[in-house]
């Protein structure tokens, strides 16, 4: 539970709320859509470029797509995991936030969720 409500209950409250912020954009991403599962919030974005421009940038800068999803879960992780917040709450109680992101195309360009806020 969360509060007086069921794990599922929070998912979709948490996912409208979510809706009702979109579309939202974060400098190259847009995210435009959040809808619960059980007590799994799926949330999909979009980014501004497609794949060979992601190519070439990672390229550019030595790095794997493998480590740029690294990366950006670290840095995800603890905005959703801030204590006190609805998101700790909810990934604390059982939740979880699931991210997946399309290049402009449509393409799928990556997945990383938050499943628990504890330290590693």
């Known amino acids: 539970k969360v509060g007086k409500q069921t794990i599922c209950e929070f998912a979709t409250q948490l996912a409208g709320i979510l809706s009702e912020q979109m579309p939202s954009q974060s400098g190259q991403v847009t995210l435009e859509s959040a809808r619960a599962s059980k007590n799994i919030v799926y949330v999909a974005g979009r980014l501004e470029f497609d794949q060979k421009s992601a190519t070439d940038f990672f390229k550019e800068k030595n790095i794997t797509l493998g480590q740029f999803e690294d990366t950006y879960s ?26 997946a992101y399309a290049y402009k195309d449509g393409k799928p360009f990556m997945k990383f969720g938050v499943r628990n806020c504890r330290a590693s």
């Not at 670290?74 to 991210?99: E, W």
């Open 74 to 99: 670290r840095q995800m992780t603890p905005m959703l995991c801030s204590p006190g917040s609805p998101t700790q709450k909810f990934i604390s109680a059982g939740g979880a936030i699931l991210y």
